[in-house]
């Protein structure tokens, strides 16, 4: 079994930033495609960002791109959201998710593609 931990989760005001982390099971991490994915109350869960096992491929939603990056560190087993220029429609819950990949250029934007699913952490924007 493998398993995600989110954190970093906060309040913060609209035009400001935040980052979370997410931890994987030790030696694990460079197995998997990692991504993150926001569910807001009352909308359905909404793919925010992707990374290839290997770091270089990435890719986010429209909503996101420019303002937020995605980055991983294979050595710590770890995986980050660096989220710019926060507006309130950011308020939701955060999950981090981990899916097998055989390539390591391969990445996902599907949650269906994903095998394991840390709890989530809340991030609140104010305006």
């Known amino acids: 079994q493998v398993h995600v931990v989110e954190s970093g989760g906060a309040l913060v005001q609209a035009g400001g930033s935040l980052s979370l982390s997410c931890a994987t099971s030790?030696?694990?991490?460079?197995?998997?495609?990692m991504g993150w994915f926001r569910q807001a109350p009352g909308k359905e869960r909404e793919f925010v960002a992707t990374?290839?096992?290997?770091?270089?491929?990435?890719y986010y939603s429209r909503s996101v791109r420019g303002r937020f990056t995605i980055s991983r560190d294979n050595t710590k087993s770890a995986v980050y959201l660096h989220m710019n220029s926060l507006k309130p429609e950011d308020t939701a819950v955060y999950y981090c998710?981990?899916?097998?990949?055989?390539?390591?250029?391969?990445?996902?934007?599907?949650?269906?593609?994903?095998?394991?699913w840390g709890q989530g952490t809340q991030v609140t924007v104010s305006s």
């Open positions: 030790e030696g694990t991490s460079s197995t998997f495609v």
């Open positions: 998710a981990a899916g097998r990949a055989l390539y390591t250029d391969t990445y996902y934007t599907n949650h269906a593609e994903y095998d394991y």
């Open positions: 990374i290839s096992r290997s770091g270089d491929g990435t």
